[in-house]
């Protein structure tokens, strides 16, 4: 239990995020149900790399979902989730849909990158980056 339910609390965090920077910025508009459809990329492309790691060998999930095939993967799934979340904006207030988009995700984003990349993101990337 101990370490499901910090895991249950910041899987949390980012959609409530989400709900309410939907709130500031289109107010009595908000349908939060509709801007959630552009989560169907991520949960199937991690519900994709669950499956391949579960099934299939170290080695050749690894091979699967490392560079250049995981890094193309993700970059699909990136702007599909974009263009739902354009599309969503652009119904609900067109005349702002880029604005909105680009403040949500920065937001959004940076605050998953905080909260799941944590102490290791620094580390990560220069190990990456061979600093």
């Known amino acids: ?29 908000m349908r ?21 790691f579960a099934f299939a060998d170290p080695i050749t ?9 995981g890094w193309m993967s993700l970059l699909i799934v990136i702007a599909w989730s974009a263009y739902t979340d354009w599309c969503f904006f652009r ?12 403040i949500q995700r920065a937001v959004c984003w940076l605050m998953g990158l905080a909260i799941f990349g944590g102490g290791s993101l620094w580390t990560g990337l220069r190990g990456i980056l061979g600093v």
């Open 32 to 52: 939060a149900d509709l801007y959630c459809m552009g989560h169907a990329a991520w949960s199937l492309w991690l519900l994709t790399l669950a499956g391949i």
């Open 91 to 102: 119904c609900v207030s067109p005349e702002r849909a880029g604005r909105n988009l680009a």
């Open 1 to 29: 239990m101990r370490l499901v339910a910090p895991v249950m609390i910041y899987a949390s965090l980012i959609p409530l995020l989400e709900i309410g920077m939907l709130r500031l910025l289109v107010g009595r508009e």
């Open 61 to 69: 999930a690894f091979r699967v979902t490392g560079p250049p095939w």
